[in-house]
């Protein structure tokens, strides 16, 4: 047993790292996946990496190429819509449903979730700037969502959020670093955490649907905008 365990590591490890880069840009929608520079890039044995790349084929970040190789998954602006109205209308629901079956606890989780979101700008380095606000915006969004109690949305929900991954970065990038568009987001955040508490479910199903849409007119500006949207 003991003997597997440092491949089964290596395999997580380049899964995670490769699926970063992905999501990050670092090999753009399209672009073929050498099996030698991933090697060179990750420190890692064809095994393990193999293993790395099945699980995004089945994440659908990574396709075959007719048995042989492998390529970034490419992006669209019709996969991008599609993708934003179903996470849209989903949490418009799990939030409804939090509401009617959320108890005090949970409500204290939201607010504890929200305090910590607005004070991602005492972070001062840029780069952890994008990941700590990143991170703490998924807690607060999770806070929401844990009330509704059902593991299979949840579990729909996971799969939702890990599809638009790629296209959240693009608009992460033009949003974390500028206070416009942070304050913007702190306003949308204050109104959905008032609805909430308030137990105001059309309310609170109305802002969580408009704010996860808000991004998709800026993810496509960027993707019209830059060069490897073409690929797409």
């Known amino acids: 047993m003991d003997s597997l365990t440092p491949r089964h590591n290596s395999a997580f490890s380049g899964y995670e790292r490769l699926k970063l880069d992905i999501i990050r840009g670092v090999f753009k929608p399209g672009e073929k996946l050498l099996m030698s520079g991933l090697k060179e890039r990750y420190d890692l044995g064809v095994g393990p990496l193999r293993e790395a790349l099945s699980q995004l084929v089945a994440e659908h970040l990574v396709v075959v190429i007719s048995q042989k190789g492998y390529r970034v998954a490419p992006m669209s602006v019709q996969e991008l819509q599609d993708i934003y109205d179903a996470r849209a209308n989903l949490e418009a629901m799990i939030v409804g449903l939090a509401i009617e ?90 109104a959905l955490v008032e609805a909430i508490l308030a137990r105001d479910t059309a309310r609170a199903t109305s802002l969580m649907r408009t704010h996860l849409m808000s991004p998709v007119p800026i993810i496509v500006e960027v993707m019209q905008r830059d060069e490897w949207a073409k690929l797409a």
């Open 101 to 190: 079956r959320g108890d005090d606890t949970w409500e204290a989780q939201i607010l504890a979730q929200s305090h910590t979101l607005s004070k991602v700008m005492d972070v001062t380095t840029r780069e952890k700037v994008l990941d700590v606000w990143d991170e703490r915006h998924k807690a607060f969004h999770s806070a929401i969502a844990a009330g509704c109690g059902s593991r299979h949305l949840l579990q729909a929900r996971t799969y939702l959020f890990d599809q638009a991954e790629r296209y959240r970065h693009l608009w992460l990038t033009q949003t974390v670093f500028s206070e416009e568009a942070l304050a913007l987001k702190r306003k949308e955040h204050a």
